[in-house]
């Protein structure tokens, strides 16, 4: 439980400057007394996050996660924050930790529940940004649909329970917009779904202002919230493929912020310039003619979603003649990331999807041996010659 007089700092200290609980050799605004409130603060939601992870029958594969806070300095340029704790399936953290049970306290309130992924907009850099979005459609992918039976039995329990909220994103209060966005966990997977590569968001909350919280068992609630969301973590977990696949990512970015090039001079620097925003030019365009000759649809799921669709290189970028039409397919964001990986492919034979046995027994699987959407244009079709150099390259056989 968290004693109001506690909280109360949260609600004191919610626009608290840079530094508030001071540095070396300065003293901040926040008093030692108010530290220690945020401190308990802070105690008490990891001492319900980690009972609520000991009493569940599944505890092993559970993984209770804390932010990177300290007593004395507080966090994130050491002024106060919102302070969350929150619980995982094990080996979750190729996901960032995501999704994940939770509970928030802030001086909005105090926040229970289930999000699926965080929204970009919580995060304030760049590089953790660029983490969130590259896990989000692996996320999504695994959410259970809406007419499976464990979307309907936990929407079951959900409307029994009652007061649980379906919002676009954490940290929301009542009236505000994105707050009780759906209806019901069917509507919500179905949105976050059929977005794929979203910025993030999708929450099952339950919602205490600050002012009822006398009385409320923080254990209790996170226990329950557990309990409850248990098995969509258990859904979500990463699976061995999932893993290679966050470490093929990995090792790619690593090798792109190693290729750091110097230009020899102001004018070959103004030339490289150049041909990076000609390189940009001709991928929108590429793009575009994409979207033109697959109807606006990913060649694979049928995704008519343009915000999560992008352009896939069959044979890899290499200057302006590989931006044809029949070197390129329309694809969802995860789709693109598999095919770039190998490890899902087109037989250039039969025209059908080839999805690599690491991904079977996964929701890729599904996509194994469905026939390939084509233009009607022949001249946009893909090419056979691509297709088959991609085939012949793909990852654990056809």
């Known amino acids: 439980m968290i ?52 009493i569940h029958g599944d505890a092993a594969r559970l993984s209770v996660k804390r932010m990177n806070y300290s007593r004395v300095r507080g966090s994130r340029g050491h002024r106060p924050k ?4 929150s619980i995982c399936a094990e080996g979750a953290e190729v996901f960032e930790g995501k999704p994940q049970v939770y509970a ?36 999504n992918a695994k959410l259970p649909s809406p007419t499976e039976s464990l979307t ?14 379906f919002n676009s994103k954490t940290r929301l209060v009542p009236g505000q917009a994105g707050f009780g966005e759906f209806s019901s966990a069917a509507q919500l997977f179905a949105h976050l779904k059929a977005k794929g590569d979203e910025a993030g968001g999708g929450v099952i909350c339950r919602f205490y202002p600050a002012t009822d919280l006398h009385d409320l068992d923080l254990k209790a609630q996170f226990a329950a919230a557990l309990d409850v969301f248990a098995p969509l973590l258990a859904r979500c977990a990463p699976t061995p493929w999932d893993i290679q696949v966050r470490q093929e990512q990995a090792g790619v970015s690593a090798a792109g912020d190693a290729i750091i090039v110097e230009p020899d ?21 590429f ?5 033109d000759a697959y109807g606006g649809a990913c060649a694979i799921s049928g995704t008519a979603v343009l915000d999560v669709l992008q352009a896939a290189h069959i044979s ?34 039969t025209m059908r999807v080839s999805v690599s046995p690491l991904l079977h027994g996964t929701p890729y699987g599904e996509f194994h041996d469905l026939a390939l959407r084509t233009p009607d244009n022949a001249g946009q079709k893909p090419s056979t010659a691509a297709l088959t150099k991609h085939f012949a390259t793909a990852v654990g056989g056809k």
């Open 3 to 54: 004693a109001a007089e506690d909280f109360a700092v949260l609600v004191k200290w919610k626009n608290a400057p840079s530094y508030a609980f001071g540095r070396v050799g300065e003293v901040g605004v926040v008093s030692d007394d108010e530290k220690e409130a945020f401190w308990r603060v802070y105690s008490a939601l990891m001492a319900a996050a980690e009972h609520a992870k000991d």
């Open 82 to 85: 919102d302070l969350w704790a």
């Open 104 to 139: 928030i306290a802030s001086h909005r309130g105090l926040e229970v529940g289930f999000a699926a992924s965080i929204s970009e907009d919580d995060y304030f850099d760049d590089a953790s940004k660029e983490r969130n979005r590259a896990v989000i459609p692996f996320i």
């Open 152 to 165: 309907a039995a936990l929407d079951a329990r959900l409307t029994a329970d009652g007061d649980w909220h």
């Open 265 to 285: 001079s102001e004018e070959d620097g103004r030339k490289r310039v150049l041909a990076e925003i000609a390189r940009r030019q001709g991928q929108k365009a």
């Open 287 to 291: 793009r575009n003619g994409l979207i």
């Open 316 to 349: 890899p970028y290499n200057g302006p003649k590989t931006n044809h039409v029949s070197n390129g397919l329309l694809l969802r964001a995860d789709l693109h990331t598999l095919f770039d990986l190998k490890l899902l492919t087109i037989n250039p034979n």
